[in-house]
């Protein structure tokens, strides 16, 4: 069965750094893009970005870019999403999710990350 | 990048069919044959309907059906049930080579 299985809920405070994690089985890790979807409390799914294992291509939307760091460790089948300096606007569900291309549907998804930033 | 347009809430009685609208522009929608649709219940993840605007992955209904004219896709479901009561997004590949998701439409099953 093909999984992605995501670390547990985190609660930091701002300006703190975080990096959190989806682990990937069932399936040649490095062969499908591993993306980042945010959903803010309460709102619509925001893309990431999305990187490509097998070789850490990897690509961010506008909105992110320099606001995370996408990264994946294949020898250990596992994708990283981290901030070095949070917001409280970062407070949100991250989940992961794998496809095929940059292009392509995602499926399947991780079961989501609850990151909440408070002072 | 501003996300595609989809209407805020649609609703419908059981058995009765409805159709969400994802509207974007021809840098996006109406640009790829690459729009998806999700399904998502409160509190869990996003779960694949409709892939590459009209395929429908193994598991999935055949009751959701997805479709494309223009910079606008759509995605119909048939014959409602109280289970399809759900919030729904869109999806479509970019020229930018991003993905970039509609604003979702909240499905209440009267």
């Known amino acids: 069965e093909v999984q992605l299985v995501q670390s547990g809920a ?12 989806c682990k990937g089985s069932g399936y040649s890790f490095t062969s499908y893009w591993i993306g980042w979807v945010r ?16 070789d850490s291509d990897t690509r961010y939307s506008p909105s992110f870019q320099g606001q995370v760091t996408i990264s994946a460790d294949k020898s250990i089948s596992t994708a990283y999403l981290q901030w070095s300096s949070l917001k409280a606007s970062d407070t949100a569900m991250y989940y992961c999710a794998r496809s095929t291309t940059i292009a392509n549907w995602f499926d399947p998804w991780g079961q989501g990350t609850l990151v909440t930033v408070s002072s | 990048q501003s996300a595609l347009t989809q209407p805020a809430s649609v609703s419908g009685s059981p058995g009765q069919s409805i159709t969400i609208s994802c509207t974007g522009t021809s840098s996006d929608v109406g640009g790829y044959n690459y729009v998806s649709w999700y399904q998502q219940h409160p509190g869990k993840a996003p779960k694949l309907m409709i892939y590459d605007v009209s395929k429908r992955p193994s598991g999935v209904s055949n009751r959701f059906s997805g479709s494309k004219s223009g910079n606008t896709a759509s995605l119909t479901i048939s014959g ?3 289970e399809d009561e759900a919030d ?13 998701f509609g604003g979702g ?5 009267l």
């Not at chain 2, 869109?90 to 930018?96: L, P, V």
């Open chain 1, 39 to 54: 959903q803010m409390p309460g709102k619509g799914l925001e893309w990431m970005g999305i990187i490509y294992p097998g």
């Open chain 2, 80 to 82: 409602l049930q109280a």
């Open chain 2, 88 to 100: 729904y997004y869109c999806s479509s590949y970019t020229s930018s080579s991003t993905v970039v």
């Open chain 1, 10 to 21: 985190e609660v930091k405070k701002p300006g703190e750094s975080l990096k959190i994690s």
């Open chain 2, 105 to 109: 439409t909240k499905l209440t099953v």
